[in-house]
């Protein structure tokens, strides 16, 4: 369990990092511009992903209360989106360290954003953060599509697969 969970962190710093590089090379419009999706802009969409991320690293990290990055920061899109890289080579790093297997089956005990109280075994929790940044890389794709954009890098675990044998 602790190699796949370690496959899928590194894959998920591989397809976040090819996706970033990407939304870099837009205009402030562009990241402003309200297409329709779970969040209106592509900025939104890429906060809300770095601070889910952030939030479930700082549980993994045992934080009592989590910052919600996306109600906080003020910074730039490019600042955002190094933080974003940290945050998920935090998260392999993390999973680097766990000592085997059953580590992975340690249960995290935390409450959600709207304080409600969970016991999650860590292996779940992962599972959740990487298919989670998944889903909304798959957003962005359809909003830099919308956004005009027509080189769209490859994020398919596939594609990173066949890339690191």
């Known amino acids: 369990m602790k190699e796949i969970l370690l496959q899928y962190a590194r894959y998920n710093i591989w397809a976040n990092d090819r996706i970033i590089e990407a939304l870099l090379k837009l205009d402030e419009a562009s990241l402003d511009k309200e297409i329709l999706s779970s969040f209106p802009t592509?900025?939104?969409?890429?906060?809300?992903?770095?601070?889910?991320?952030?939030?479930?690293?700082?549980?993994?990290?045992?934080?009592?209360?989590?910052?919600?990055?996306?109600?906080?920061?003020?910074?730039?899109?490019?600042?955002?989106?190094?933080?974003?890289?940290?945050?998920?080579?935090?998260?392999?790093?993390?999973?680097?360290?766990?000592?085997?297997?059953?580590?992975?089956?340690?249960?995290?005990?935390y409450s959600d954003l709207r304080k409600n109280a969970h016991n999650t075994p860590i292996h779940e929790v992962l599972h959740h953060v990487f298919n989670h940044s998944t889903y909304h890389r798959g957003q962005l794709v359809t909003m830099l599509r919308q956004a005009g954009v027509?080189?769209?890098?490859?994020?398919?675990?596939?594609?990173?697969?066949?890339?690191v044998k």
């Open 42 to 109: 592509i900025r939104g969409t890429v906060l809300h992903t770095w601070s889910a991320e952030n939030t479930w690293l700082q549980r993994l990290q045992l934080v009592a209360e989590p910052e919600w990055l996306q109600a906080t920061f003020k910074g730039t899109f490019k600042e955002a989106c190094a933080g974003w890289q940290k945050a998920s080579a935090s998260l392999e790093q993390y999973t680097a360290q766990l000592a085997d297997d059953t580590a992975t089956k340690a249960v995290l005990s």
């Open 150 to 163: 027509t080189e769209i890098p490859g994020t398919d675990f596939i594609g990173y697969v066949r890339m």
